[in-house]
């Protein structure tokens, strides 16, 4: 990022927030031996939810830290799930957020918030507003298992 070295996710995001809106940025992404350099500009956050990076599908609680993608048939499969259940996947969890210390992993399925079940990402956004404030319980399917997890306002 404009010639320096990043260490991770966390270091390009303060990097990036950090940088003059308008101002155009150096990015040079490696994979592996290929190597691919861009040049772009920053610009304001319009609203206060932050979309992850494959359009509506993915969203960020501004609450909680979670960020979410619809459950697919892959993955519901992978995880041991029977067809047919709904509910979101953790994509990630922002660092020093409620959820950052909740136990939540990226890769668990929330299946329920405060026992309404999630089925979209859109059911996700809706709860986490109807619940904002105040603590909430998340059913969670980790590795076939179910657990609840509590994650305080």
Known sequence: FNGQKIVDASDLRRRIALAQ??????????????????????????????YAPQGDEGWVS??????????????????????GTAGVVVREILNHTPAAYSGLQAGDIILEINREGVATVEDFRRLVEKYEGKSVILLVSRAGRLYYLSLPS
């Open 21 to 50: 809106v308008g101002s155009q940025v150096s990015l040079t992404i490696r994979r592996g031996d290929e190597s691919r350099s861009l040049t772009l500009t920053v610009a304001e956050q319009s609203t206060q939810y932050t």
């Open 62 to 83: 501004p609450i909680q830290g979670i960020v979410v993608e619809v459950l697919d048939r892959r993955t519901a499969e992978r995880s041991g799930l029977r067809a």
